[in-house]
């Protein structure tokens, strides 16, 4: 294991640092950008459930999924969220409540939606997206947590009508302790589908069930490539999967903590995992405690197969250097954890999902619990991405309200600026409401 793993550590004193430096920014976009073959497979599957509908989206299912659902199936029962409700463990409740309780707080405290007056006549107007659906991923693991991460803030802002779908991978189904997420939540439009098809599903409606205005949710690379085709025929969050995590560390830091801040991404599969770093003793340390920890977990050939293929650790010349290169690669989650100085070099960073500062921030505060979502822009998309938050699910309406002196005060410059664009009804439109 030792000589597979030894191949991830790159430093900056062999010839070809820079080029294998390059290429790994090239692979974090690479998946949410797939080979055109495969976009043409995305772009048919929508094309098709566009025309045939809920069948295409059953036969679809059953060929990626492996579950043989008729279109009546699709929807979970009222009676199978309450059911799921009841009987989860008591204690994942109540800690599924404080994690609600938590996001509501933050997305409330960081809400914009309000209306607001401005100069000269001028105002802004917030309204919630009506019709919003979330995927919430259930192929390598169940993630109830992805529930709580969109499902809040869309109903901080104010969205009336919140649609889940989910793959089911689990009895056929979704796994019961996401239905419970959605009992809890009032969420009772819940659909026992996932992939391309469920986004396709989600951006066309069929029959009785109408299209939703705007899809959000994380999800590998195909469910991603699915939101950027029906984008414009819908509105969507960003680019959000597969999962990514860079961490910028020095000599002060834990090597056994960087190594399982790893192994916590990596564990997603796909999932990538770059350590950035300016101390050679670190990196030599955290390889050595990736190879101990991996073997020490559950699915370790998994996590070893993984970390070769998704993993990195670059060891630079000096911090500067580590610090402008994060900025370029963007990441999904960003961890520092370089001490007293975590702070100033978070305040250098510009481009990044999330920032965790400091050895006590692991992402899974994130994940589960701190208040911000977990659904973040992946693949260097974080440079004109966003964090998904309760400001996404509402939308803005400029308001313009002229009395007849504001208006005669500025028609002669309307009107010129009308004219040099050769725009005569414009500058009429103007004019016809001073003449006698």
Same mark, same amino acid.
């Given at each position: 294991?030792?000589?597979?793993?030894?191949?991830? %550590?790159? $430093?900056? &004193?062999? +010839?070809?640092?820079?080029? #294998?430096?390059?290429?790994?920014?090239?692979?974090?976009? !690479?998946?949410?950008?797939?080979?055109?073959?495969?976009r043409?497979?995305?772009?048919?599957?929508?094309?098709?459930?566009?025309?045939?509908?809920?069948?295409?989206?059953?036969?679809y299912?059953?060929?990626?999924?492996g579950?043989?659902?008729?279109?009546?199936?699709?929807?979970v029962?009222?009676?199978?969220?309450?059911k799921?409700?009841?009987?989860?463990?008591?204690?994942l %409740?109540? $800690?599924? &409540?404080? +994690?609600?309780?938590?996001? #509501?707080?933050y997305q409330?405290?960081?809400?914009?939606? !309000?209306?607001k007056?401005?100069?000269?006549?001028?105002?802004?107007?917030?309204t919630?997206?009506?019709?919003?659906?979330?995927?919430?991923?259930?192929?390598?693991?169940?993630?109830p947590?992805?529930?709580?991460?969109?499902?809040?803030?869309?109903?901080?802002?104010?969205?009336?009508?919140?649609?889940?779908?989910s793959?089911p991978?689990?009895n056929?189904?979704?796994?019961?302790?996401?239905?419970?997420?959605?009992c809890?939540l009032?969420?009772?439009?819940?659909?026992?589908?996932?992939?391309v098809?469920?986004?396709?599903?989600?951006a066309?409606?069929?029959?009785?069930r109408?299209?939703?205005d705007?899809?959000?949710?994380?999800?590998?690379?195909?469910?991603?490539?699915?939101?950027?085709?029906v984008?414009?025929?819908?509105?969507?969050?960003s680019?959000?999967?597969?999962?990514?995590?860079l961490i910028?560390a020095d000599?002060?830091?834990?090597?056994?903590w960087?190594?399982?801040?790893?192994?916590?991404?990596?564990?997603?599969?796909?999932?990538?995992?770059?350590?950035?770093?300016?101390?050679?003793?670190?990196?030599?340390?955290?390889?050595?405690?990736?190879?101990?920890?991996?073997?020490?977990?559950?699915?370790?050939?998994?996590l070893?197969e993984?970390?070769?293929?998704?993993?990195?650790?670059?060891?630079?010349?000096?911090?500067?250097?580590?610090?402008?290169?994060?900025?370029?690669?963007?990441?999904?989650h960003?961890q520092?954890?370089?001490?007293?100085?975590?702070r100033?070099?978070?305040?250098?960073?510009i481009?990044?999902g999330?920032?965790?500062?400091?050895?006590?921030?692991p992402?899974?505060?994130?994940?589960?619990w701190?208040g911000?979502?977990?659904t973040l822009?992946?693949?260097?998309?974080?440079?004109?991405f966003?964090?998904?938050?309760c400001?996404?699910?509402?939308?803005s309406?400029?308001?313009?309200e002229?009395?007849?002196?504001?208006?005669?005060?500025s028609?002669?410059?309307?009107?010129?600026l009308?004219?040099a664009e050769?725009?005569?009804?414009?500058?009429?439109?103007?004019?016809?409401?001073?003449?006698?």
């Open positions: 294991m030792k000589t597979e793993l030894r191949k991830i %550590l790159i $430093s900056y &004193k062999e +010839s070809d640092f820079e080029k #294998r430096l390059k290429s790994i920014c090239y692979s974090a976009i !690479k998946p949410t950008f797939l080979e055109d073959e495969r043409k497979d995305v772009a048919n599957i929508v094309c098709d459930i566009t025309i045939r509908g809920d069948i295409a989206v059953a036969e299912t059953e060929k990626f999924d579950v043989k659902l008729t279109p009546e199936q699709f929807r029962s009222d009676k199978d969220l309450q799921a409700h009841s009987e989860i463990n008591k204690d %409740l109540a $800690s599924i &409540k404080k +994690s609600i309780s938590n996001v #509501r707080k409330e405290e960081i809400f914009i939606g !309000k209306n007056t401005c100069t000269n006549g001028t105002g802004i107007k917030y919630p997206i009506e019709r919003v659906g979330i995927c919430v991923p259930g192929a390598s693991a169940p993630l947590s992805t529930v709580i991460m969109t499902a809040v803030p869309a109903q901080v802002a104010g969205v009336k009508e919140i649609v889940v779908v793959p991978r689990y056929s189904s979704i796994h019961p302790v996401t239905l419970a997420v959605c809890e009032g969420i009772s439009e819940v659909y026992r589908i996932g992939g098809q469920a986004v396709a599903a989600l066309c409606g069929y029959k009785d109408q299209k939703v705007k899809i959000v949710g994380p999800g590998n690379a195909w469910v991603q490539m699915a939101k950027r085709e984008f414009g025929m819908v509105g969507i969050d680019i959000a999967g597969p999962s990514e995590i910028i000599d002060s830091s834990d090597p056994a960087v190594a399982a801040d790893m192994l916590s991404q990596i564990e997603h599969n796909p999932g990538s995992a770059v350590l950035f770093t300016d101390s050679h003793t670190l990196a030599e340390n955290v390889l050595a405690e990736l190879e101990k920890q991996a073997s020490e977990l559950s699915g370790k050939d998994l070893v993984s970390l070769v293929k998704d993993g990195k650790i670059f060891v630079f010349k000096n911090m500067d250097l580590a610090i402008t290169t994060a900025n370029v690669f963007a990441s999904e960003l520092i954890q370089c001490g007293v100085r975590s100033k070099i978070a305040d250098r960073i481009n990044a999330a920032i965790f500062i400091g050895e006590y921030t992402v899974a505060t994130g994940d589960y701190a911000p979502s977990h822009p992946t693949g260097t998309t974080a440079r004109f966003s964090a998904l938050s400001n996404d699910f509402i939308k309406t400029s308001i313009i002229y009395d007849k002196n504001m208006l005669a005060k028609a002669d410059d309307i009107v010129r009308a004219q050769g725009l005569d009804a414009h500058a009429n439109s103007v004019k016809i409401r001073f003449k006698k």
